[in-house]
Nanobody
Framework: QVQLVESGGGLVQPGGSLRLSCAAS????????MGWYRQAPGKQRELVAA???????NYRDSVKGRFTIIRDNAKNTVYLQMNSLKPEDTAVYYC??????????????WGQGTQVTVSS
């Protein structure tokens, strides 16, 4: 069994910063990609950023230059550093991990979601 636990969301003023963390634990042999999606009220879930086990990154255009995804493979943890936050970044942020278990199963695991609200 695998669990992803997120932390770091909250309320911040426009222009502020937040750092999200997501730690994976359980029956994990290896992790391929890790990343973050977000979902705003009334909108579809969208990919924010992703990082491979080798450190290659991918960002949606609207967050490039403001968000940075970082990964600590030794801790099975992924971070999302969010700077220069805008009201349109308000959403529930979900982390995910592409996990290979000790039984050789390959599956996606999801965090519980953390609310990020950008408002004055």
């Amino acid at each position: 069994q695998v669990q992803l636990v997120e932390s770091g969301g909250g309320l911040v003023q426009p222009g502020g910063s937040l750092r999200l963390s997501c730690a994976a634990s359980g029956s994990i042999s290896s992790i391929y990609a890790m990343g973050w999606y977000r979902q705003a009220p009334g909108k579809q879930r969208e990919l924010v950023a992703a990082i491979t086990s080798g450190g290659n990154t991918n960002y949606r255009d609207s967050v490039k230059g403001r968000f940075t995804i970082i990964r600590d493979n030794a801790k099975n943890t992924v971070y999302l550093q969010m700077n220069s936050l805008k009201p349109e970044d308000t959403a529930v942020y979900y982390c995910y991990a592409d996990i290979v278990s000790y039984r050789g199963e390959d599956f996606l695991s999801w965090g519980q979601g953390t609310q990020v609200t950008v408002s004055s």
